[in-house]
């Protein structure tokens, strides 16, 4: 079974600054993709950034973007120029690539991060 | 183009009472999921439904818990006897047929379900 770490409960960043987020997974697949989620307090999980494991180049989104080490299995998520809009929890997943026939590919999530961001 | 909707947004009920959360899925979408969150940790997966196929079980924490769906619709998640165990926030998410893991999972508002 896989499993999803996030060591980080809490994580503060000043507005305009860049923070880090870390998360570490174990898996004995090759092929997998991995996710970073975003939920405020709104409780409505929205997708920031997705990361295709055979893929060795790092995903970005306009601020946000990946540091995926595979041979160490971990999965960082950078935000630079941090707004306020940013702070929420954040939750780290993993999704098998393979085919389970009829069973899901559910995500496996970490425990997740509370980013929050001082104006 | 509505997303993913869920009702009621929030439950309070007594212990050994019978719930039903609602979640309807956007449509088109053949794959659901329902996933339980307790306070202040991840999401855990409960239960996936592809289509007419047989749903996968695989995550429901015992047998007080089951879901139904009927085709592509609609999908309720019903909690028998609750326990104060059972508080804490149920997301449901939709998706297209999954394809190598690669759809993307469309969640919820989620149900804060509270046990008293």
């Known amino acids: 079974a896989q499993t999803v770490t996030q060591s980080q409960p809490e994580m503060s960043v000043q507005e305009a600054e860049t923070v880090t987020l870390s998360c570490t997974y174990d898996?004995?697949?090759?092929?997998?993709?991995l996710f970073w989620y975003k939920q405020p307090p709104s409780r409505q999980m929205i997708l920031v950034i997705r990361?295709?494991?055979?893929?060795?180049q790092n995903a970005t989104e306009n601020r946000f973007s990946v540091n995926f080490q595979k041979a160490a299995k971990s999965f960082s998520l950078k935000i630079s120029d941090s707004q306020l809009g940013d702070a929420a929890m954040y939750f780290c997943a993993y999704r098998s690539a393979r085919s389970r026939g009829n069973a899901g590919n559910m995500l496996t999530f970490g425990g997740g991060t509370r980013l929050m961001v001082k104006p | 183009g509505a997303g993913v909707s869920q009702s009621p947004s929030n439950k309070v009920t007594e212990k050994g009472k019978d719930v039903e959360l609602r979640c309807d899925p956007i449509s088109g979408h053949t794959a659901l999921y329902w996933y339980r969150q307790r306070l202040g940790q991840g999401l855990e997966f409960l239960i996936y439904?592809?289509?007419?196929?047989?749903?996968?079980k695989s995550g429901l924490p015992s047998d007080r818990f089951s879901a139904e769906r009927t085709g592509e619709s609609v999908s309720t998640l019903t909690i028998q006897r609750t326990q104060q165990e059972d508080s804490a926030v149920y997301l449901c998410a939709s998706s297209l047929l999954w394809t190598r893991g690669d759809n993307e999972q469309f969640f919820g508002p989620g149900t804060r379900l509270t046990v008293l």
């Open positions: 990361q295709e494991a055979y893929k060795q």
């Open positions: 439904f592809q289509g007419n196929s047989a749903p996968d």
């Open positions: 898996t004995s697949e090759s092929d997998y993709y």
